[in-house]
């Protein structure tokens, strides 16, 4: 899959998405990041893409034609169907879900806004989808697209070097991810559990489903409503947790 970034920092998105394992996965050919800088298609000679809003206010807000002249530049390299993204607080909050169906787009289109916005027409015509990462505001868009990207990378097979880890890390089957050991077994006076050394998959299988369980109930506990729960996992919940079912 291929990702593009359309911003005003192109320079902060590279550094922060080519190094380390997304890094690693670009360089593998993995998946693509193009990014665009949107001054490179202003018209106006001072590269100013930006202007008073109308009817009064603070700040600045991007105009409609650099965005949109960016965007169709990118548009010419993309062969199939494509979603464009535009990250803002008043979008939809960005969760694991939403990065597995957005893994299964060939090109995902993010737009960064800056100052006190982006002209609203522009986003009627382009944008597909508004996501947020959080209830809190940022400077720019930059940093919340490299998060959504990261995350959504790590589901493109071959992007992480043991594939499982992606399977068991937290909020898949909307569990809280169980606790992790390594050498050496005692730090401090506190040991690695027993179980984990006994070599018995089974049990190991078994204590880690239970400390997801425990995990998610104390701190996210809301997470369990949407959890496949089994049998088992209720009944040791039951056992475990007084009241769980009215969490």
Known sequence: MNFHVLTLFPDMVRNGLETSITGRAIEKGLFGLDVVNIRDYTKDKHLHVDDSPYGGGAGMVMQAEPIYRAYEAVKEQISGKHRVIYVTPQGDVFNQQHAKELAEEDDLIFLCGHYEGVDERVLDMIVTDRYSIGDYVLTGGELPAMV????????????LHNDDSSVYESFHENLLEYPQYTRPEEFMGRKVP??????????????????????????????????????????FLKKEIDGWQDL
């Open 148 to 159: 959504m990207i990261d995350c959504i990378s790590r589901l493109v097979p071959g992007v």
């Open 194 to 235: 027993e179980v984990l050394l006994s070599g018995h998959h089974a049990n190991i299988e078994k204590w880690r489903r239970e400390q997801s369980l425990l995990r998610t109930a104390r701190v996210r506990p809301e997470l369990l409503k949407k959890a496949e729960l089994t049998k088992k996992d209720r009944a």
